[in-house]
T-cell receptor, first 112, second 112 residues
Framework: DAKTTQPNSMESNEEEPVHLPCNHS???????IHWYRQLPSQGPEYVIH???SNVNNRMASLAIAEDRKSSTLILHRATLRDAAVYYC?????????????FGTGTRLTVIP | KAGVTQTPRYLIKTRGQQVTLSCSPI?????VSWYQQTPGQGLQFLFE???????NKGNFPGRFSGRQFSNSRSEMNVSTLELGDSALYLC???????????FGPGTRLTVL
């Protein structure tokens, strides 16, 4: 499985934008980039995913580098509820296999 | 729509015993994946079941097994429990080739 590298932790002030980076230099052509987050005492929840183009949804934006070797999850205005561990995951969506490799993730602390 | 439910939520066992955990997926979802989360190893994939067949398997010993029933409910079993099996066990469901997995709240297993 292709692996991802993320910083262990990041901090952000409340209501400011947050950019969470992820490196995936060994990504294959069929790998999609998925982001999940895990709030304290909860199971992970899906945030966003993309293949090549930048993606936006109600939760966040995903910016993907042109060579696809890195990506950035963008939270436009961090709230206290966004404090969580964020996981960047590569998944071959063509196979439909649901065996996600989570890695260590980035623990985001939001400062009031 | 009801979410993924897991029972029991908490469990205490002693070394050498066996345990069975249950997962009820979201209605209509046919894929169920199981994950183990520990402070040391993070979130690790155990196995995935789709239409009552094991479709993928992680790198865990044979003491960890699972099955899926015709109504898509799934169980996982751990035999001959070890102290290191203490963990949060999460299950996730998804529809056929869906990109998003929906996680349950987990079962917290403590082995004494």
């Amino acid at each position: 499985d292709a692996k991802t590298t993320q910083p262990n932790s990041m901090e952000s002030n409340e209501e400011e934008p947050v950019h969470l980076p992820c490196n995936h230099s060994t990504i294959s052509g069929t790998d999609y980039i998925h982001w999940y987050r895990q709030l304290p005492s909860q199971g992970p929840e899906y945030v966003i995913h993309g293949l090549t183009s930048n993606v936006n949804n109600r939760m966040a934006s995903l910016a993907i580098a042109e060579d696809r070797k890195s990506s950035t999850l963008i939270l436009h205005r961090a709230t206290l509820r966004d404090a969580a561990v964020y996981y960047c995951i590569l998944r071959d969506d063509q196979t439909g296999a649901n065996n996600l490799f989570f890695g260590t993730g980035t623990r985001l602390t939001v400062i009031p | 729509k009801a979410g993924v439910t897991q029972t029991p939520r908490y469990l205490i066992k002693t070394r050498g015993q066996q345990v069975t955990l249950s997962c009820s997926p979201i209605s209509g979802h046919r894929s169920v994946s199981w994950y183990q989360q520990t402070p040391g190893q993070g979130l690790q994939f155990l196995f995935e079941y789709f239409s009552e067949t094991q479709r993928n398997k992680g790198n865990f010993p044979g003491r960890f097994s699972g099955r899926q029933f015709s109504n898509s409910r799934s169980e996982m079993n751990v035999s001959t429990l070890e102290l290191g099996d203490s963990a949060l066990y999460l299950c996730a469901s998804s529809s056929y080739q869906d990109f998003e997995q929906f996680f349950g709240p987990g079962t917290r297993l403590t082995v004494l």
